[in-house]
């Protein structure tokens, strides 16, 4: 069964330093998110991005953060200068059509940052 | 931002009965209404949406209530089993953005 990759798994930088997290996703979908869930918290959502754009975005994905679909496989989220509060677990996701119309969206296993 | 609370950090049913778990919103826009079940280091698995404009959807041993006018929803298995034990969580979307609950640890125990 097709599945979202994510790598690496996990990630320890110093803060201040980028960081490009990478995704694979299904390969016949069309929207694209980036989730991030802090040790203990919520499932907090970023930004969803279709048609090479974003779609939406949270309050959360500020000028340090961006996304990028290089190519035809990769999604990339980019966070330029982290910060100790950007640890997290960072969740990729694809849906056929939009998730927004009720239909399934398939999470990658997530990528563990680490900012010292 | 509290759009969507989910009040039951955990919950423990024996195998076999219903598990009910809960979910109470805030904005009357929201689109659809999905669950997510997630596993220790392990990404969410959707597991069943509901429109705003239905009050009941079913899939399999798991159904989906929608009370609108109370801004609540609902998410009941039946009958439980061991591996449904799980965070599950409640989410909302606006459009392509989405809100989730803080989620509800479920035990099935057996």
């Known amino acids: 069964e097709p599945e979202v990759t994510q790598t690496p798994s996990h990630q320890v930088t110093q803060m201040g330093q980028e960081v490009i997290l990478r995704c694979v996703p299904i390969?016949?979908?069309?929207?694209f998110y980036w989730y991030r869930q802090i040790l203990g918290q919520k499932v907090e959502f970023l930004v969803s991005?279709?048609?090479?754009?974003?779609?939406?975005k949270s309050e959360i994905f500020d000028d340090q953060f961006s996304v990028e679909r290089p190519d035809g496989s990769n999604f990339t989220l980019k966070i330029r200068s982290t910060k100790l509060e950007d640890s997290a677990m960072y969740f990729c996701?694809?849906?056929?059509?939009?998730?927004?119309?009720?239909?399934?969206?398939?999470f990658g296993p997530g990528t563990r940052l680490l900012v010292l | 931002d509290q759009q969507v609370k989910q009040n039951s950090p955990s919950l423990s049913v024996q195998e076999g009965r219903i598990s009910i778990l809960n979910c109470d919103y805030t904005?009357?826009?929201?689109?659809?209404f999905l669950w997510y079940k997630k596993y220790p280091a392990e990404g969410p698995t959707f597991l069943i949406s509901?429109?705003?404009?239905?009050d009941k959807n079913e899939d399999g041993r798991f159904t989906v209530f929608l009370n609108k006018s109370a801004k609540h929803l609902s998410l009941h298995i039946v009958p439980s089993q061991p591996g449904d034990s799980a965070v599950y969580f409640c989410?909302?979307?606006?459009?392509?953005?989405?809100?989730f609950g803080s989620g509800t640890k479920l035990n099935v125990k057996p």
């Open positions: 509901i429109s705003s404009i239905k």
């Open positions: 991005f279709y048609n090479n754009e974003i779609s939406e």
């Open positions: 904005n009357s826009m929201f689109d659809y």
């Open positions: 996701a694809s849906s056929v059509q939009g998730a927004f119309r009720g239909q399934t969206q398939y």
């Open positions: 989410a909302a979307n606006n459009f392509n953005k989405f809100y």
């Open positions: 390969s016949n979908h069309l929207y």
